[in-house]
């Protein structure tokens, strides 16, 4: 159904909306770091009185489950009230120099950042990259995915409620266009984007013509090895969370899952087990633990990788088909069975592509030496997991694995005060 009618931004609108970041950052910029910190405490005291609207908005938004969706906003309020703390630390350096002479760095903010955010977490998302702009000093004008793009104008709204000033956080809807516009504005001092690697090689390109700094959150393969002296019911749980959190549309998703021969056939059995059971339906019910995906070419898109699996010599052990709810509301809505493949090899489409769905690839491994080989054979490196008691191979293998996060028997697990970034095409 129809949820809105949101009209693309064109040129105008985007030189409005920067013109008014502009605008207010000659205010914001001049204000103190407690100043600044004030206002994004009221910010995250909003956030925290308007959880439940938030969260339920941000189901019917993205269709994830109300549970994670109650997660998301509280991570992102918790952003916020992490870098309203950082804004009052934040200083310059004193250098002495010879002959009594001394020099000083000042720490000043960019201008007009552009956020262009990606549909798998709208409104966390949101805050991930404005708190930290806002924090510094900076303005921003924010572009959620066309297919999300309503809980980013709540977030405006509760930026402005807590005393903002106007035009601090600008939100502009569209497509790849206004994307494009936005790279390409002379007053905009910085972009970040969250979303696929094609993309974000298109923004970096547009960003570099205004030799402009740029900050990517890129797609993932990441690889979730399991040794044979894992709690094994641990590592189910870790698997399940690596594969199905979200629907399975997680960049950092851990779906390259290679398994110790020994304990293979154990694992394989559980993690079925587990995977039949997983309550798919109304994401606004309690009870649900996976929602629809986002929109019917992306699920459409899902479903034919776990067919090329199966033309590739992929098993499907559970899932991978299009589920339609009893309740007669959602029959036409978005839902797939979340699928395991076992039989799996390195060369595999399933296993080498990005696949954003709820599809989890099993691959078995023998040594530590040759599961680290292939772990780190992908273009992308922005997570990985390792489940094993031995502490020292943990912390060993965590060292040569090329990620940019690494779990240790646990998985997507995102606390606000450490960073989130990847290697190579991840960003």
Not at 199 to 218: F, Y
Request: charged share 20%.
């Amino acid at each position: 159904r129809v949820l809105c009618h949101l009209e693309p931004c064109g040129a105008v609108e985007v030189d409005q909306a920067v013109t008014a970041a502009k605008s207010a950052f000659g205010h914001w910029s001049k204000m103190s770091g407690m100043e600044r910190a004030r206002i994004m405490i009221e910010a995250a005291h909003i956030i925290e009185s308007r959880r439940e609207e938030i969260a339920e908005m941000e189901v019917v938004n993205n269709g994830k489950s109300i549970t994670e969706a109650r997660l998301d906003v509280d991570s992102a309020r918790l952003c916020i009230e992490y870098y309203a703390g950082l804004a009052s630390t934040l200083a310059g350096q004193h250098v002495q120099l010879p002959g009594g002479s001394f020099a000083y760095t000042r720490r000043e903010p960019l201008g007009v950042c552009v956020g262009i955010g990606a549909w798998n977490y709208p409104f966390q998302i949101a805050a991930w990259k404005s708190a930290p702009a806002l924090a510094c000093g900076n303005s921003m004008v924010y572009k959620p995915s066309p297919v999300t793009p309503v809980t980013a104008v709540m977030l405006a709204e509760v930026y402005a409620e807590a005393g903002a000033p106007e035009g601090l956080f600008n939100v502009v809807q569209g497509g790849q266009e206004t994307g494009s516009l936005l790279c390409h504005h002379p007053d905009v001092a910085k972009v970040s984007f969250t979303g696929s690697v094609p993309t974000g090689k298109k923004i970096m390109e547009m960003a570099s013509k205004g030799v402009k700094p740029v900050t990517l959150e890129l797609g993932g393969k990441s690889p979730l090895l399991i040794f044979q002296d894992s709690d094994l019911e641990n590592a189910v749980k870790g698997a399940l969370m690596a594969n199905f959190l979200s629907q399975g549309q997680v960049c950092s998703n851990g779906t390259r899952v290679f398994v110790q021969k020994d304990i293979l056939p154990e694992f394989v059995e559980e993690v079925v087990k587990r995977t039949r059971v997983i309550e798919i339906g109304d994401p606004l019910l309690e009870s649900t633990r996976m929602g629809a995906l986002v929109s019917r070419p992306h699920l459409e898109k899902v479903l034919s990788f776990v067919d090329q699996a199966k033309k590739e010599g992929a098993t499907v052990l559970c899932g991978g088909e299009p589920f339609v709810p009893s309740d007669p509301k959602l029959r036409g809505g978005y839902y797939m069975t979340p699928c395991v493949l076992s039989g799996c090899t390195d060369e595999m489409t399933c296993v080498r592509e990005e696949i954003f769905g709820p599809v989890m690839s099993v691959l078995s491994f023998e040594t530590e030496e040759e599961v680290l080989q292939r772990a780190n054979d992908t273009t992308m490196g922005l997570a990985a997991g390792v489940f094993t008691r031995d502490v020292r191979r943990a912390h060993r293998v965590v060292e040569h694995l090329k990620a940019g996060s690494c779990f240790i028997n646990n998985y997507n697990i995102t606390p606000v005060e450490v960073p989130f970034g990847g290697f190579k095409m991840s960003g």
